[in-house]
């Protein structure tokens, strides 16, 4: 009879141990301790001109000055979050079409409503 009970007694001593190990190891139990992972950091996605959106226009860049560009003969503004690439996909940044009495052919995509006179996207071909 007690090797019964001492049995019943190891028996139910590593139950608890088993059940407090899995509660220590638990998600709630690292969320609450100061266990911190490495966040996995990702770059962030750069945004690129859709090609394929209908009213291109194309034409010849004479002049840009900050966000404003002349494109055969009119002046158009950029809009605040406009996307600029090469003939290649790369993004340009302002002060790599900022000239005055160049010939930059252009392709690029007017706003819609409000915004009919600004540029929402631009692709710069440069002379090789």
Do not use: N
């Not at 638990?26 to 945004?47: E, K, L, N, R």
């Amino acid at each position: 009879m007690t090797g019964k009970i001492a049995r019943m007694l190891g028996a139910s001593f590593v139950g608890i141990l088993v059940g407090a190990a899995a509660l220590l190891w638990s998600p709630a139990a690292q969320a609450q301790s100061t266990f911190s992972p490495v966040p996995q950091v990702q770059p962030p996605q750069t945004a690129k001109i859709d090609r394929s959106l209908p009213g291109s226009r194309r034409g010849m860049l004479t002049k840009a000055q900050g966000k404003t560009v002349w494109i055969d003969g009119a002046m158009y503004l950029l809009t605040p979050d406009a996307l600029v690439e090469d003939k290649f996909g790369s993004p340009l940044p302002t002060q790599a079409y900022q000239a005055d009495g160049v010939e930059y052919r252009v392709q690029y995509w007017l706003g819609t409503d409000h915004a009919d006179r600004q540029i929402t996207q631009m692709i710069i071909s440069f002379p090789e």
